[in-house]
């Protein structure tokens, strides 16, 4: 209940800040992706929909992301459903070349008529950036779960290298790590996943963009991700700016 209050909070401080009173940049995404990986983990290894939108106001960032399933995982989780949808306001700062950020993150998992679904909680976001040299910056991202998995945090280290082929089409490569610190009841502690990253985007007008994404993830110790179900996944996506 306390998910789907705030989940209905953020909707109208979305759309809110939509309206011209709040001359608010927004952004509606929809990716298309062969796999929902996340830190090293599969919820699904089949396609999805993921649509998301943001909405950006001197400094501070709105979010809305969903997950929906096409693919139904072996039977553990309901096709063309939502399994999750989550809720994110971040406010971001920066100072010269370190952007710092944080915000919190409610994540709600509906209840499907199947084995699927993960139990609600919440996120605190702690984040910083670090631009190195032209196009390559350094940044970390703390997760700090204080709700259903009580005192777990999970913190993912990147160097990532962006750079700009002409005015509308530009390359990001990443390769990120990520640790695991939590309770021995939920299992083991220590260096999680890490993940390799290349993506592109195309600027097809002013409003309307275009992306696409391969990315391979593997465990660093098995002891802490038991179980790797995907390793390679992809896909692309569309934006619109308004």
Known sequence: MKAMKMMAAGLVMVLGMATAGFCADATLNLDVNSAY???GYTYNDGLVLQPSLDVLKGGFDVNVWGNMDVSD???????????ELDLAVYYSHSFDKLTLTGGIIEYFFPQTDVSGGGKNT???YLGASLALVDGLSLGLIVY???DEYDETCYSNLGLTYSKSINPKLGVTAGV??????QDEQFGESGFK???LSLKASYALTDTIGLGANINYTDAIDDDVLTFVDVNTYGGVSVNCKF
Do not use: M
């Open 176 to 181: 990120y790590a990520g640790y695991l610190d």
């Open 37 to 39: 990986v996340s830190r």
């Open 122 to 124: 919440e996120e605190l």
């Open 193 to 195: 996943d890490y993940k």
């Open 144 to 146: 700090y779960d204080y």
């Open 73 to 83: 995982y072996n039977d553990t989780l309901d096709s063309w459903q939502f399994s």
